[in-house]
């Protein structure tokens, strides 16, 4: 039985609770959080198990960007300068309301250490000029934050296979490196096994984690700390409902083990849930330099965004914003540029003139030519007050035919991961709802809330937090008393 | 000590818990949903205790307007009408995305008879053509909902003292009411108390509360129910950053006793919460006729929303989807029909022409110019097809002086109460984070995850939800075997 009734099963003490097998550390998921927290707790001594529902092998990270910075060692070998205050303060300014201070100082001061532990681990970034591990993966270039805080890349590619292809699945290659470094450490090979509750103990410790096995069931001791890295809720619709509604109509981009057990198991022994309501929608349009050169609109004819903005920020205002609605308006000189490899089906009309595709578009006239027209006048002028696209990007669209390529939720690929979770410390230790933390209890990655919540403006965020937090719990757990 | 650890002292069973008195029914918070809920139970034979931190007096609902209708007696006298299935359907479409069906089914259900309920209990509904007691309080007669339900009004507002007075009183008539109801009924005297935490005992029933009066600390068996009904959490800032951080920078419409406090201790004892997120936000302009009237536009110049919406529509639509900035800009022949009423402090500008209101406003040129233009040439022909306004409303903005009127947050009195909260069935009860029901506790009005969550669109329907749950959950909870 799952829940406080099930947590109170044991509360007569541990003499009454049977365990099948004992650990020092236990970690339920194995992305590369649940990689990096059995690896640290492994290296510091501890025996370690990791339970995966889906498999180590397939529960791959499905990003290979690490968000890093403050002066790594590549941004050094290109050149660039950075500082943890001006990554700090990046952060601040672009990651939401009343941001997790104390999440993003830890987050920030561990960066460039993390990025040494990385390239220790075996793992290439190369600062090669036609093979670059370094990238603008998030809004520095984008207005507000450019004119705030001087724009330098923090997107840490590392120079993995796979790692450069539109769906880059690099991260799995990270994650087995951390995983056969746990085993060599001593921890036991991953278990194919599914979490199905948590034990908290009378006194309040969590103690350990009851899982499945081929149907049957075993309880696991944990002594020093059970860490939870079970992932999001995004392939759990019914949570989906519950806490994120208005993100029912998008595609997830989680893998599908991504359900918020983790998240649900923690609620059931009393922790806290932060900003369930967030998301990280995107829209992804595979021809970004046609997404930052054309001229996005809404149903209304109207542009609501930079569009030179990070994917994130614009599927993020066409869901939030914009009701799901959205078109990106390119001329013929954008489409052969590259836009038209786009599959005939993104097309959502094409017309000779902009008053003509106004029409097709259902888009009451004039409202679509004023907005072009605003927008060429002040683009010849390499300007955009309005909304103040970068110089770069900006060109009148001028080239008939005109098209208008679909950015509505439902009509393109408007994906979305979830961003809210258990609440924690800067330490990865899971609070309950009154503040306090449950002892030996840890969450990190997106089972846990995000620093980029509400606001996922940066890629790489994700697997930098998992790094960082996976990092902290397991050295956390590991240096618990038994 | 709270929180599961709390729940967890009285888990070696009741015999060790100590209660300094027992009743029935206990209700904490007696605005609207408490004292409807009290009411039902003192009159089906429970002896009730209601603990109200505030004091009775002191915590009025904030409202008047009872969302009812599907036919009601008043309705029936002012020859509207409507039936449960328009009703329904209204509620289905307006209320947000995945809406909670069978809760809105109760809801409309229960809505003739709970008119009926208050006429018996002596509140009175007047269908004086120069006193009406029913009005549109929703968005029935807005784009696109009056395209796809016939509209009628369902706003009730009881013809009581202060009742129609801006910020109106008249709830606390209605629940004094019901609290001398329930006191003749046998109810104790409502208490001054704070409550502290929620007692849940080893087999998974809720036990009582504790709660400190004078400082001093009680515990108080709840043999039959516990009711929640403290409302939201607007005024726990800690918790509107933590859950809908986009309102921090609103202003809280609830009572300073909405802090959030009956949520926290239903999760402490397993309680799931339900669309944290989502707030009801209102741009409450003094001068409706005006809003309807004028021209809504956002920081780029450009119109968001038809202007005849609700108001909570308005500011739900600047707070969530125009980055609280907005300005209503209305021409002298506005101003003098009423909207010159506003205080100095509201005009963000006046101008002569639009584009010297446009540049007084920092809006780029003819962002404004062209907004007003299209208006205007629509207006002419009695059409506004971006946004569809109704034609009662639609006049060509063409007498200046052009004023532009506040309507930012921060900047003009954009309030907001919390919608989402525990997770209850459509019988009140409390609902745990696996989907089960927490045996013996209930939760009502606001400190329920609403109907209409996340879009309040409709006044009255936090009303409707008190009068509807609080009177289910009192019978209910009374119905309990002790």
């Known amino acids: 039985m799952l829940g406080i009734l099930g947590t109170s099963e044991s509360l007569a003490g541990e003499a009454r609770q049977h365990w099948d097998r004992e650990f020092d550390v236990i970690v339920v998921g194995c992305g590369l959080a649940g990689a990096s927290a059995a690896y640290e707790a492994a290296r510091s001594g501890a025996v370690v198990l990791v339970l995966d529902s889906g498999g180590a092998a397939a529960n791959a990270s499905h990003g290979t960007i690490i968000y890093m910075g403050g002066g790594t060692g590549l941004q050094k070998a290109c050149q660039i300068e950075d500082t943890p205050e001006a990554m700090m303060k990046y952060l601040l300014a672009s990651t939401g309301p ?11 001061e561990r960066s460039v250490a993390n990025y040494d532990w990385l390239v220790s681990l075996g793992v290439p970034f190369s600062n090669a000029p036609d093979n670059l591990s370094l990238e603008y993966s ?5 207005y507000p934050w450019r004119e705030m805080i001087r724009p330098v890349p923090r997107g840490h590619i590392p120079d993995v296979p796979g790692s450069k292809s539109l769906y880059r699945g690099g991260g799995a290659w990270i994650q087995k490196r951390l995983l056969d470094g746990a085993r060599s450490a001593g921890a036991a090979t991953p278990l194919n096994a599914v979490a199905r509750r948590i034990v908290r103990g009378h006194d309040g410790v969590v103690q350990g984690v009851v899982a499945t096995i081929d149907g049957r069931s075993f309880s696991f001791r944990a002594r020093r700390g059970l860490i939870l890295a079970t992932g999001g809720f995004a392939h759990n619709k019914e949570m989906v409902s519950e806490h994120a509604p208005i993100y029912l109509g998008c595609t997830p981009t989680d893998l599908k083990w991504n359900d918020g057990w983790g998240i649900r ?15 990280g929608a995107g829209w992804y349009f595979y021809h970004p330099a046609s997404r930052r050169q054309g001229v996005l609109v809404n149903a209304q004819g109207q542009r609501f965004i930079s569009e030179d903005s990070y994917s994130g920020r614009v599927g993020d205002a066409i869901v ?9 308006i390119v001329d013929r000189t954008i ?10 089906d993104a097309i959502a009309a094409q017309a000779a003139s902009i008053a003509d595709l106004e029409g097709l578009l259902g888009i009451p006239a004039p409202a679509l030519q004023q907005t072009l027209d605003t927008y060429n006048t002040y683009a010849t002028k390499g300007q955009d007050p309005l ?21 509505s939720v439902g009509k393109s690929r408007v994906s979305f991961f979830t961003l809210g979770g258990v609440h924690t410390t800067p330490g990865a230790e899971v609070l309950d709802t009154e503040g306090k ?16 919540c509400p ?27 038994t």
């Open 265 to 279: 198991a923690a609620q059931s022994v009393g922790a806290a849930v932060r900003r369930m309501g967030s998301a």
């Open 335 to 344: 489409m052969d540029d590259g836009a038209s490899t786009v599959i005939p």
């Open 455 to 481: 606001y996922y403006y940066s890629s790489g965020l994700n697997l930098g937090e998992c790094i960082t937090f996976g990092r902290i719990a397991g050295i956390g757990a590991a240096r618990n008393r």
């Open 138 to 142: 998030g809004s520095e270039k984008v």
């Open 387 to 407: 909304f103040h696209k970068a110089l770069e990007h900006l060109r009148p669209l001028s080239q008939g035919p005109f098209t208008a390529i679909n950015a």
């Open 437 to 452: 933390t449950i002892p030996k209890l840890y969450a990190v990655g997106r089972v846990s809330a995000g620093i980029p």
């Open 98 to 108: 009343d941001p997790d201070t104390g999440r993003i100082r830890v987050f920030v």
């Open 320 to 328: 939030r914003e914009q009701h799901g609605i959205a078109y990106l």
